[in-house]
């Protein structure tokens, strides 16, 4: 079901989902002022993320219909401020799992006193029914990871906060029905912007951001006859527009635009699901089911 601005909602978030589709993606919040997302499975919700205080959380949450009674683990992807700030107030009343890489937790005061599990990136585990797998990114944090999800035949892929896909970013990210991937700063904004050019260089480098040309031209190797949805994540308020994303994906992948603004896009396909284009935003959540 789509709202009056075009986003996916559900109509039953509590229900139990379709035999095809196992999996739901909630984005409460995309970009620099803070960050966090929710899996949702026949079994429950697993958080990805905790960069907004407890009561901005919920008030996402309930916005999109969900019951933080039902988030079974939070896993945290780096220590950026924007991915963690909220998580300490939000695991005071969380009896769920913690899952972080290793050391992660020891980079912030606020989370080494927390009952992490650690992972080593590329490790995966189990939990809510759905298999997590994790995989290395490329960040300028100790061990960032991306994220797969897995149940019951369905997929989504998550990764934001990495300057570039390493082979295994792309080998898990492929072949899924929702692929949520960064699409950061569009190089010319960027570069002809207010940052300085030591940001700008921190940003653009290896260690940084994925720009929306990066991610465009990875999108013919990730995306599959099964993939359905695409979502352009950490969009820069500065440095991109969601449109730009939008655009530039859509031409990597032969997409048509839906209006003039460019703000999502859509390819039919011959004996395949309709694949669909649009961008997470830092202020308004979505659903995607």
Same mark, same amino acid.
């Given at each position: 079901?789509?709202?009056?601005?075009?986003?996916?909602?559900?109509?039953? !978030?509590?229900?139990?989902?379709?035999?095809? +589709?196992?999996?739901?993606?909630?984005?409460?919040?995309?970009?620099?002022?803070?960050? &966090?997302?929710?899996?949702?499975? !026949?079994?429950?919700?697993?958080?990805?993320?905790?960069?907004?205080?407890?009561?901005?959380?919920?008030?996402? #949450?309930?916005?999109?219909? @969900?019951?933080?009674?039902?988030?079974?683990?939070?896993?945290?992807?780096?220590?950026?401020?924007?991915?963690?700030?909220?998580?300490?107030?939000?695991?005071?009343?969380?009896?769920?799992? @913690?899952?972080?890489?290793?050391?992660?937790?020891?980079? =912030?005061?606020?989370?080494?006193?927390?009952?992490?599990?650690?992972?080593?990136?590329?490790?995966?585990?189990?939990?809510?029914?759905?298999?997590?797998?994790?995989? !290395?990114? #490329?960040?300028?944090?100790? +061990?960032?990871?991306?994220?797969?999800?897995? &149940?019951?035949?369905?997929?989504? *892929?998550?990764?934001?906060?990495?300057?570039?896909?390493?082979? *295994?970013?792309?080998?898990?990210?492929?072949?899924?029905?929702?692929?949520?991937?960064?699409? +950061?700063?569009?190089?010319?904004?960027?570069?002809?912007?207010?940052?300085?050019?030591? @940001?700008?260089?921190?940003?653009?480098?290896?260690?940084?951001?994925?720009?929306?040309?990066?991610?465009?031209?990875?999108?013919?190797?990730?995306?599959?006859?099964?993939?359905?949805?695409?979502?352009?994540?950490?969009?820069?308020?500065?440095? +991109?527009?969601?449109?730009?994303?939008?655009?530039?994906?859509?031409?990597?992948?032969?997409?048509?635009?839906?209006?003039?603004?460019?703000?999502?896009? #859509?390819?039919?396909?011959?004996?395949?699901?309709?694949?669909?284009? =649009?961008?997470?935003?830092?202020?308004?959540?979505?659903?995607?089911?």
């Amino acid at each position: 079901m789509h709202d009056a601005d075009g986003h996916i909602r559900s109509t039953a !978030p509590h229900a139990a989902p379709t035999h095809c +589709n196992q999996l739901h993606l909630h984005i409460l919040g995309s970009g620099s002022k803070g960050n &966090c997302a929710l899996v949702e499975g !026949p079994g429950g919700l697993i958080m990805i993320d905790a960069g907004f205080s407890r009561r901005e959380t919920l008030r996402r #949450m309930h916005e999109l219909d @969900l019951d933080e009674e039902r988030v079974q683990a939070l896993i945290i992807t780096h220590e950026h401020g924007d991915h963690v700030k909220g998580a300490a107030v939000w695991c005071k009343r969380f009896g769920g799992s @913690l899952h972080a890489s290793l050391g992660t937790p020891g980079t =912030r005061d606020a989370l080494t006193a927390l009952p992490f599990e650690e992972f080593a990136p590329g490790g995966s585990f189990v939990v809510a029914g759905i298999h997590v797998q994790t995989f !290395p990114t #490329m960040h300028d944090v100790l +061990n960032p990871v991306g994220l797969r999800f897995d &149940c019951s035949g369905d997929s989504i *892929g998550f990764a934001t906060d990495t300057g570039i896909l390493t082979p *295994g970013s792309l080998t898990y990210l492929r072949d899924v029905r929702i692929l949520a991937l960064e699409s +950061n700063h569009d190089v010319a904004l960027l570069r002809t912007g207010s940052y300085p050019r030591y @940001l700008q260089d921190r940003i653009i480098s290896e260690r940084g951001h994925l720009s929306n040309a990066q991610a465009a031209e990875a999108l013919p190797n990730l995306v599959t006859e099964r993939t359905e949805q695409l979502i352009a994540m950490h969009i820069s308020q500065e440095n +991109n527009r969601p449109s730009l994303a939008v655009r530039a994906w859509a031409a990597a992948l032969g997409a048509e635009l839906d209006d003039e603004l460019g703000s999502t896009a #859509m390819l039919e396909r011959t004996g395949a699901p309709t694949l669909h284009i =649009r961008a997470a935003g830092q202020n308004r959540p979505i659903t995607i089911l």
